[in-house]
T-cell receptor, first 110, second 113 residues
């Protein structure tokens, strides 16, 4: 099955610093979704990327899908304490089954 | 418009017992997926139901079974509980024709003693 790894596993940043998490797959992906899970909460959908090389922005968040559709990244500019949580990439595969990566836990220090 | 609702929110069982967890999908959604999330881990796909049939299954033993009813609600059953089954069980719904987002419920926290 699909193996999706995310790096780093943990990241501590000072408020105002930038943050990036990377998602790498051993196989070519049809599309990839990103979710955020706050501590004690449930995953919440952020975005879906479908096209090779696609870049999408949501305010301070920038999402990118690699040209080979085997990797993706999420970049947050000028982190805020509200960005705290775990970020998961989640490829959507056969019959739209969505599997989750290993996640990157972000801690923002005020 | 209610989102995805799950019950119970918390429960405690002992090894060997059986548990049933319930999920009502978001209005208009016809596909329900179940995930197991152990502490500090990402959600692991258990199975997906559409039109009352299991369509996809993850790497979980037969002790894990499910059902989808005509109103699209779903149940997850786990038999012969093990300590390692302790986790947050998440239900997510979507419309199959839409390749977009999953909507998650708050989850059922299962503790096996």
């Amino acid at each position: 099955g699909q193996q999706v790894m995310q790096i780093p596993q943990y990241q501590h940043v000072q408020e105002g610093e930038d943050f990036t998490t990377y998602c790498n797959s051993s196989t070519t992906l049809s599309n990839i979704q990103w979710y955020k899970q706050r501590p004690g909460g449930h995953p919440v959908f952020l975005i879906q990327l479908v096209k090779s090389g696609e870049v999408k922005k949501q305010k301070r968040l920038t999402f990118q899908f690699g040209e080979a559709k085997k990797n993706s990244s999420l970049h947050i500019t000028a982190t805020q304490t509200t960005d705290v949580g775990t970020y998961f990439c989640a490829p959507s595969g056969g019959y739209q089954k969505v599997t989750f990566g290993t996640g990157t836990k972000l801690q923002v220090i005020p | 418009d209610a989102g995805v609702t799950q019950s119970p929110t918390h429960l405690i069982k002992t090894r060997g017992q059986q548990v049933t967890l319930r999920c009502s999908p978001k209005s208009g959604h016809d596909t329900v997926s179940w995930y197991q999330q152990a502490l500090g881990q990402g959600p692991q796909f258990i199975f997906q139901y559409y039109e009352e049939e299991e369509r996809q299954r993850g790497n979980f033993p037969d002790r894990f079974s499910g059902h989808q009813f005509p109103n699209y609600s779903s149940e997850l059953n786990v038999n012969a509980l093990l300590l390692g089954d302790s986790a947050l069980y998440l239900c997510a719904s979507r419309t199959l024709g839409n390749t977009g987002e999953l909507f998650f419920g708050e989850g059922s926290r299962l503790t096996v003693l």
